[in-house]
């Protein structure tokens, strides 16, 4: 069902935890598999130079936010941003059709997370 990729990312997930002094942090959920996901980002010269994630949720859940946060760091915000579901399903080379609600949430954590960190921004300038 699940790709090697997918089984390595779950198993061995990236950048978990949680960044004290993050500049930006999103969380979202989804009540199809109960999926709550919660990501933090530190920006530098508009540049993520980390991410950490804590998810609680199903495997795939768990395999895309780790993808992602390899995908985003080192990217500018504007970039990290613009990073799909899809990009993150090619990334894991595929994910079951049922599980792509899972994907779409890791993208929306870290649209979250960016959002949170341009609130910030934009009041503090
Ligand atoms: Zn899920």
């Known amino acids: 069902m ?3 990729k997918v089984m390595d990312h779950f198993t061995n997930p990236r950048n978990v935890g949680e960044i004290p002094n993050a500049d930006g942090v999103g ?4 009540a199809r598999c109960g999926d709550i996901m919660k990501m933090w980002i530190k920006v530098e010269n508009n540049v993520i130079t980390d991410i950490k994630f804590k ?3 199903c495997g795939a859940a768990i395999a895309t936010s780790s993808m992602i946060t390899e995908l985003a760091i080192g990217k500018t915000v504007e970039e990290a941003e613009k990073i799909t579901n899809q990009q993150v ?3 894991l080379e595929g994910l079951p059709p049922l599980k792509m609600h899972c994907s779409n949430l890791a993208a929306e954590a870290l649209g979250a ?5 341009r609130s910030r921004t934009a009041t503090t300038a």
């Open 113 to 117: 997370a960016i959002a949170d960190y």
């Open 89 to 91: 399903a090619e990334a």
């Open 27 to 30: 969380e979202v959920g989804n």
């Open 55 to 57: 998810t609680f949720g």
């Open 2 to 4: 699940y790709s090697d």
